[in-house]
């Protein structure tokens, strides 16, 4: 968690901007019919044609450039053969690395005709990942983002999943400080200015246990409710700036 330099900050913003682009990109093609392994190699096509790498690829042996996760998958869904169909829900997460500097950002894509609780999951997992990125400052905490998010998801009568969070991102995909989403105020890590973090909560439909499944030869699992209803994330790249915060992956 050393504060960026301001050159730093400058490629963070590159990042960001072509992880959002990216993510863009390929949610224009989210369709019935369309498998998740054709969505990977669009986004691909796009990350490299824009002169960076897919961080997810090869990553800890991760064999695919983005994550795709339908449904009941709560995060890093491995892009394959399956066929996205009418009524379901995916969560596209795009990383990309760009002049050495991580952008991290995923969203919700909806297939044809998605039922309103799974729609209503999906509002409640974007207002909560920007009621955490609302309280994003250079004197606030982990746990006030943590508190924020689980305050609200709670409200709605939804859950938030604890095992798994956003993190510190910059030239490390995965840095410290651990950004969970829950908390207690003024708890966790202190932030300071020119930090750049992810929010990005999974928010479930029941408090089931989540189950964990590997990935042939990677280190990276995947996660999926154990009752096999719904989840939903969404995620941004956040820097801490000496007032307050900038989202560096809105397009
Ligand atoms: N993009 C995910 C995150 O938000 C991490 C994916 S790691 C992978 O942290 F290996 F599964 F791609
Ligand atoms: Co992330
Ligand atoms: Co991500």
Known sequence: MTPM??????????????????????GKYVRAGITTNELDLIASDYVLSH?????????????KSICT?????ICHGVPD???????DTVNIDVTVIKDGYHGDTS????????????????????????????VVGPTATTGDIGFAINKFVTKNGLWVVREIGGHGIGKVFHDDPWVPSYGKKGKGDKLKPWICLT?????????A???E???????????????????????????????????????
């Open 199 to 207: 929010v990005e909560p999974m928010v479930n439909q029941s408090a």
């Open 81 to 87: 053969q399956t066929v996205l169909k009418d009524g």
């Open 51 to 63: 002169g960076a790498t897919a961080a997810p690829l090869n990553y800890h042996g991760f064999p």
């Open 5 to 26: 330099a301001a050159n730093e900050i400058r490629m963070m913003e590159k990042a960001g901007q072509l992880a959002a682009q990216t993510l863009l990109h390929v």
């Open 107 to 134: 969203s919700m894509f909806f297939v044809g005709d998605v039922s309103g609780e799974a729609r209503e999951l999906c509002r409640v997992a974007l207002e909560a990942m920007n009621k955490g990125i609302e």
């Open 69 to 73: 996760s339908i449904n009941s998958c």
């Open 213 to 251: 499944f590997s990935i042939p030869n990677s280190s990276i699992k995947y996660y999926e409710t154990s009752d096999n209803t719904l989840s939903a994330q969404y995620e941004h790249t956040v820097l801490v700036t000496d007032t307050g915060h900038q989202i560096l992956t809105l397009p």
């Open 209 to 211: 246990p989540i189950k």
